[in-house]
């Protein structure tokens, strides 16, 4: 999505944040209206800043239209493994039996079945890369079930460890698949490995999706 075809801001209530406002309805209407094949936004700041209200929008303006999926980081469950990826993906996996998920999931079945809570860990040790390679593929196979779809991740700088890893590697193999991924979260919020994830993750982003002042 190019800036310039940024359309007109939808009748939200939010004060001075027209350039989000902009950048939110060009992706969600370039995805539902099959332009575009969606992207990566990420809206980070301080607290109370609006990133919440700015991601209202993006289901408010989503309504009807697209798929909308959504997660958020808690401060009591960041070492929970795979809690946000599992969140998000809740829709489909309580709709899923294991005949489905096996046929959905193919070859990922056995690797990523165990990290989305949908299959017994097997005998066989996967390494982290694995399960992360594992995560994507499934995810992305999930996505092609369920678009135009939007994914949204709030309070990212409280997300599990596991699930960062995956949100970092998913973020760099959008450029193919009709989702919107958007994600926000505080800025100097998180530490050591969560903050290097999330630093992966804003390098994908999209130009204009920062609510610093
Ligand atoms: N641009 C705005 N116009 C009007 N109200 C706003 C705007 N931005 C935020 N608010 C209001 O300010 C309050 C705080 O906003 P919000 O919860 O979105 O912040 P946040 O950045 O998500 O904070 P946190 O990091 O704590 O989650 C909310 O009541 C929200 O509705
Ligand atoms: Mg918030």
Redesign the pocket.
């Known amino acids: 999505m190019a800036e310039g075809n940024a359309q007109a801001v939808p009748s939200g ?5 027209d350039a989000e406002l902009a950048a939110v309805t060009a992706a969600v209407d370039g995805l539902c209206e099959g332009h575009d094949t969606g992207g990566l936004l990420v ?1 980070t ?12 929008e993006v289901e408010r303006v989503a309504a009807g239209r697209c798929t909308v999926w959504t997660a958020r980081g808690g401060e009591t469950v960041t070492s929970v493994p795979f809690h946000v990826v599992r969140q998000l993906l809740q829709p489909a996996l309580v709709s899923l039996g294991p005949v489905e998920a096996r046929e959905y999931l193919g070859d990922w079945y056995e690797i990523a079945g165990p990290a989305l809570g949908i299959a017994q860990p097997g005998g066989r040790q996967v390494d982290p890369q694995g399960v992360v390679d594992g995560l994507v593929a499934a995810v992305s196979r999930l996505v092609m079930l369920h678009w135009p779809l939007i994914l949204i991740i ?2 990212a700088h409280w997300a599990d460890q596991e699930s960062l890893r995956w949100l970092a590697a998913f973020a760099q193999r959008l450029d193919d698949l009709p989702v919107l991924l958007v994600v ?1 979260h ?1 800025d100097g919020e998180a530490t050591g490995d969560s903050a290097r994830h999330l630093e992966t993750v804003g390098r994908a982003a999209r130009p204009g999706t920062s ?1 610093a002042t």
Do not use: C, Q
């Open positions: 209530t939010l004060w001075e944040r809206f700041g301080e607290a109370g800043i609006g990133k919440t209200a700015v991601l209202g709030d309070d926000a505080r609510l």
